[in-house]
């Protein structure tokens, strides 16, 4: 039975199997599945995570950070130790689950690198 891509996405589950981890700490993601052996090596989301986070996270960010500047009018210092921490916070909590859900639906489609196809007649 196929595992569902928004399941192991979010979770951070392995796409093959749905039993384990699929990062090995913050965001390096494992060699191989430790569960079902399958090998992760084609892995490479590259920027795709990060570009969705910062989409995101801004349409979060700076409504609040409007907000708080214009309903109570903080100094400028106690917005940025506010806000800083709030977006990087933000930021580094999506980063994972992008990262995870980008790999599943890059090892469920079997994305890679373009190629050109093989014909057997001659052009
Ligand atoms: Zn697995």
Not at 22 to 40: N, V, Y
Not at 75 to 104: E, H
Request: proline residues 7%; neutral net charge; hydrophobic residues 50%.
């Amino acid at each position: 039975m196929a595992v569902s891509l928004w399941k192991a996405g979010l979770l951070s589950l392995c796409p093959n199997c749905g039993q384990a981890p699929l990062f090995d700490g913050l965001l390096t993601i494992k060699p191989r599945c430790p569960s079902c052996q399958a090998d992760f090596s084609i892995e490479d989301a590259g920027d795709g995570p990060a570009v969705f986070v910062i989409l995101v996270a801004g349409a979060i960010c700076v409504p609040f950070i409007l907000i708080a500047e214009l309903a109570f009018r903080l100094p400028i210092w106690l917005l940025v130790l506010i806000a800083l921490p709030f977006t990087m916070g933000v930021c580094i909590g999506l980063l994972r689950p992008f990262k995870s859900l980008m790999f599943a639906m890059q090892w469920r489609y079997k994305a890679g690198e373009g190629q050109k196809a093989q014909h057997n007649s001659h052009d």
